[in-house]
């Protein structure tokens, strides 16, 4: 089996900056794109960011210029910068990847089980 676990999340102040990590585990033969969501109290999950294997970016336009994606890949992590924090950004954050397991030629998304983040003075 795979797992992703996620940390990090915390109570913060606007303006403030956090950085939350996904290491994922199991029988991994390789990770395709990794990403983030996030889901806020009474609304739907939204796409946050995410990342190739080779290191290729995207992000939302509620987030762009303000978190920063990356990963490491030997040690099948994935983390989010996030700086100039806003009360909007309140949310249960999650990763997912698209991992292929050993014996497999085709990637199955998996996803951690959140990571609380506030924003609130």
């Known amino acids: 089996q795979v797992q992703l676990v996620e940390s990090g999340g915390g109570l913060v102040q606007p303006g403030g900056s956090l950085r939350l990590s996904c290491a994922a585990s199991?029988?991994?033969?390789?990770?395709?794109?990794m990403g983030w969501y996030r889901q806020a109290p009474g609304k739907q999950r939204e796409w946050v960011s995410d990342i190739t294997s080779g290191g290729r970016s995207n992000y939302a336009d509620s987030v762009k210029g303000r978190f920063t994606i990356s990963r490491d890949n030997a040690k099948n992590t994935v983390y989010l910068q996030m700086d100039s924090l806003k009360p909007e950004d309140t949310a249960v954050y999650y990763c997912?990847?698209?991992?292929?397991?050993?014996?497999?030629?085709?990637?199955?998304?998996?996803w951690g089980q959140g990571t609380q983040v506030t924003v609130s003075s």
């Open positions: 997912d990847a698209d991992v292929v397991r050993y014996g497999s030629s085709r990637p199955l998304n998996y």
């Open positions: 199991g029988s991994i033969f390789s990770i395709n794109a």
